[in-house]
């Protein structure tokens, strides 16, 4: 399950700022999910 745990950890730890990525549905990441969302990050589309 992912609910934000390592993000918490970074900004507790390194006080740096995250952006997450969750899904709770049970299922690992795809690589395409990931990829998606780091070509919205870098194309300044947000969620």
């Known amino acids: 399950m992912n609910l934000g745990q390592l993000s918490r950890l970074l900004r507790e730890h ?3 700022d995250v952006v997450q990525l969750n899904k ?5 990441f795809k690589v395409s999910e990931i990829h998606e ?11």
Do not use: A, D, H, T
């Not at 709770?24 to 690992?28: A, I, L, T, Y």
């Not at 919205?40 to 947000?46: A, F, H, K, M, R």
């Open 14 to 16: 390194y006080l740096i």
């Open 24 to 28: 709770v549905q049970g299922k690992p």
């Open 37 to 47: 969302r780091i070509s919205e990050l870098c194309n300044g589309v947000s969620k």
